[in-house]
């Protein structure tokens, strides 16, 4: 049965690493998206013990933290027979998680090689870029800061089927990222995004 016509589009929120060497690793789109996120920002003033004429001066955008919940189910799936689902349940969508906070086991080999030979100076690990999406208004930098992941049920195999994850985020700002590179050029984005709806805010309550 078709849904209704005039049904609007659900747009799915996503948090994705971006791998040039594997694009698909971590493209996690949210199964639901939450009810509830809870967004903190705090302001990068001079400081209350500056002199009196830098007070009100900013050092640089807030630095703002980012906490929601998400749920992962495989109910669906595996009504449909899915095979990864039959076969992993929801451990891919959670390994994709995870592994935006590992370090590639990759370059850990290959660096404890490098050790091996007597090499002193060697690579150190770097998390992907990650991204959190939120709509077309919301695209922004982010590091993961910690994960919980409440597994609520198993298959037959023990694989999980049904998980809670609480995500706690950090935005990425040009300060941190540099501005000419691709995080920062991309919160200079959202921050321009940002102004000019705030614009548009002001104009309509004069109308």
């Known amino acids: 049965m078709s849904s209704f016509p005039g049904t609007p589009r659900l747009v799915k929120a996503a948090i ?3 791998d040039p060497f594997n694009p698909l690793a971590s493209v996690i789109i949210f199964q639901y998206n939450p009810d509830k996120l809870v967004r903190t920002l705090n302001p990068q003033t001079a400081g209350l013990g500056s002199d009196k004429g830098e007070t009100l001066r900013l050092k640089g ?3 703002e933290t980012i906490k929601l919940d998400i749920e992962i189910d495989a109910t669906d799936q595996l009504e449909t027979a ?13 390994s994709a998680l995870e592994m935006l906070l590992y370090p590639k086991s990759s370059l850990i080999i290959t660096n404890e090689i490098l050790k091996a030979v007597g090499v002193i ?6 998390a992907p870029l990650t991204l959190f999406i939120w709509g077309t208004n919301r695209i922004v930098p982010v590091r993961l800061t910690d994960l919980s992941i409440t597994e609520e049920a198993f298959d037959t195999k023990l694989n999980p089927i049904q998980a809670k994850v609480s995500i706690g985020l950090r935005v990425l700002n040009y300060n941190d990222l540099g501005l000419i590179s691709a995080g920062g050029a991309l919160f200079m984005t959202h921050q321009v995004i940002k102004e000019v709806i705030a614009t548009l805010g002001s104009v309509s309550k004069v109308f």
């Open 16 to 18: 994705v690493g971006i």
């Open 82 to 94: 899915d095979s990864i689902a039959l076969n992993m349940g929801i451990s891919p969508t959670l």
């Open 121 to 126: 100076e060697i690579i150190p690990a770097e």
């Open 61 to 63: 955008p807030p630095e």
